[in-house]
């Protein structure tokens, strides 16, 4: 069994430094081979690093808890505790990622509906016409971002549908939740204007939630729509609550897949021949295909449990009060999962990875995310087989560390 020990090698890892934040991989490599439960003192909080360690943090619920976020800053877990934090009050409702059972099943249930697999299911025909005609926009042009410019506005697109946000607002969606969760790269807070892209997004939500009260026809099925109907210990949810709650929905599903759907991209075009191989059945192919690209390019590196009750894992006692962090990016690359597992190998035979998460807290939109990444590597590999990929820019980050921008060129290879 892993044990924490104690660092003699002169071997340091924080994920809010610079140098992880610019490139966390060569850390990763030697927290699963030297320190895979690491301690990080100045946080109390432990670093789990290998796959199977991960999975068993995700598998204890009960004890380890999401009370403090799922996600946290550098001042904010600097903070450290004596003891289990006191449950969330939840009058008013915090972000949906605090919320415990029951309250919390009750709540994605209430909005859920329609990020279920079958409903999702029937959204292929929208996302490829969507898809479509934003590409007869952005293949003429002979070069575009695939990721601002095309994966940012099909998912945000997708998301505000299912939230209830009038679609036409879907890139200035997409640009506000990437923005709010941008990252200073030397101090690993939030970036300066942070605030002010969060506010922009949830003055978007609120809009819509607004909207929705006043008039209720309004796609009765939205996610909105589903919170309005949820009584919390028999009282109506505030405008503000339904908005917290839909802004991390429309977060989550707006500011991730484009940076691995660029991501991915890059991959195939870095590796012709299996970009080939897939092309030549795309149907049949592109699921294995974005499986393994969620495995390699999901650009979420960590998520935060805090220890309610003592528990131990991968051997290590945890004690009430700390916090552990499950280093999903790096689990995502461990060898005692994955043979050769820094290779992209678009038809790997991978029966689990953990770019959702798992358990409880796991990604509400995975169905989502699946036929929307298919769909989108599709159509591009339909239309444009032999682009290329230029000036990829990949922001220092702590937690959502992926592409940010990548210039796509037809390069004439249009079908």
Known sequence: MAQATPVADGFVYDPFSPEVMKDPRPFYKVLRDRHPVYYLEQYDA????????????????????????????????????????????YDPLPLLGWIQPPEYEQIRQAMGQQLRRNFVASMEDDVRARARALLDQLVPRGSFDVVKDFGGVVA????????????????????????????????????????????????ICRQAVCEHKDDPSLDPASAIAGLAAYRLNGRPLEVDEITTIVSSIVFGGAETLPKVIGHGLMELAAAPGQREEVGADLARNTPAA???????????????????????????????????????????????????????????????????????????????AKLE???????????????????????????????????????????
């Open 290 to 368: 974005f499986e393994e690209i969620l495995r390699f390019c999901a650009p979420a590196q960590w998520f935060m449990r805090t220890v309610k009750t003592p528990v131990t894992i991968a051997g290590q006692p945890l004690l009430p009060g700390q916090r552990v962090l499950t280093l999903l990016a790096c689990a995502n690359r461990d060898e005692r999962e994955f043979p050769e597992p820094d290779r992209f190998i678009w038809n790997r035979k991978a029966r689990r990875h953990l770019a959702f998460g798992h358990g409880l807290h796991s990604c509400l939109g995975i169905h989502l």
């Open 46 to 89: 432990y670093a789990f690093s290998r796959f199977a360690d991960v999975h068993e943090v995700y598998q204890n619920e009960s004890a380890l808890h999401t009370m403090e976020g799922t996600l946290t800053e550098k001042t904010a877990v600097s903070n450290r505790k004596r003891g289990a934090p006191p449950m969330p009050d």
């Open 156 to 203: 945000a697109g997708s998301v505000c549908r299912l939230a209830g946000i009038p679609i036409e607002r879907a890139a200035e969606t997409y640009e506000a939740a990437r923005l709010a969760g941008a990252q200073d790269p030397v101090t690993g807070g939030f970036a300066p204007d942070w605030l002010k892209n969060r506010n922009r997004l949830l003055d």
């Open 373 to 415: 990444g298919r769909v989108m590597l599709e159509e591009i590999l339909a239309r444009i087989p032999n682009y290329t990929i230029t000036d990829a820019v990949r922001t220092p980050s702590s937690f959502q560390w992926g592409y940010t921008s990548a210039i796509l060129h037809v390069n004439g290879g249009t079908a």
